[in-house]
């Protein structure tokens, strides 16, 4: 039997750390693709309920709106037109370029997407239901400490710019 040195650990670890990313990325898509086909109950579509997540902290303008949202800016266009037809976004002038529109959430998108995020939870809930209970407490404490490293890592960005 052989000792691992420390290079052959951090190896190892980093080939866990990679197939556990692999595993979360593979199932988040499959996870909102689930919970989507359940969404025939609700008006609002995939790429509609996306556009207004992006704008729910801030307005932006429309080839970044598009660029975020993976869009041409002719299929953005659409969307955004819809949205602002239903009463959930609206175009503004940039106070410091009126070349430029910024598009932005309503409160009555805000609203809206609220309540879409309540039914997607809803949906995601009853896929989480088939868990037992102890794998979804091990699940909800693993979560909550990747979302503190998220946070943590955004500050310590925040702090470096």
């Known amino acids: 039997m052989t000792a691992t040195t420390e290079s052959e650990r951090q190896a190892a670890t980093n080939a866990e750390d990679l197939e556990l990313a692999g595993l979360l990325l593979a199932t988040l898509p499959r996870l909102g693709k689930m919970a989507m086909a359940a969404t025939e109950q609700h ?96 699940l909800h404490a693993s979560l909550s400490d990747l979302q503190d490293a998220i946070e943590a890592i955004a500050k310590e960005n925040a702090n470096v710019r």
């Not at 299929?75 to 370029?97: H, Q, Y």
């Open 43 to 138: 008006p609002m579509t995939a790429n509609r309920a996306g556009v207004m997540w992006q704008l729910r902290e801030r307005a932006m303008r429309s080839g970044e709106l598009a660029q975020r949202c993976a869009m041409t800016a002719p299929a953005l266009t659409e969307i955004v037109d819809s949205l602002a037809k239903d009463g959930f976004t609206r175009r503004l002038e940039d106070a410091n370029d009126r070349r430029v529109v910024l598009v932005e959430l309503t409160a009555r998108g805000r609203r809206e997407l609220d309540r879409y995020r309540e039914y997607m939870k809803e949906r995601v809930a009853h896929v989480l239901a088939r868990l037992p209970a102890e794998k979804r407490s091990r």
